[in-house]
C-alpha cells in the first residue's frame, strides 16, 4: 500500500466516522450549525484545533 492510498483511505474513515457519529447523536449536529453560524465566537477554537494539527503532525516532517 503506497503512502498516497493511505493517505485517503484514512481520510475515507476520518470521514465516515464523523458522518456515523452525525447520524447516531443528532444533537452533535445541532450543536455544529449552530457553531458554525455563531464562527464569530469560536474563532479562536478553530485557531485552537489548527495550532494542535500543527504540532501533533507538523514536528513529525522534521529531520
Known sequence: MNPRLRAV???AVLIAVVVGLF???PRMLAFT???AIELRYF???IL????????IWGFKKRP
Open 9 to 11: 483511505l484514512r481520510a
Open 23 to 25: 447520524v447516531f447523536f
Open 33 to 35: 450549525e449552530m457553531a
Open 43 to 45: 474563532w479562536w477554537l
Open 48 to 55: 485552537l484545533v489548527a495550532l494542535a494539527c500543527w504540532l
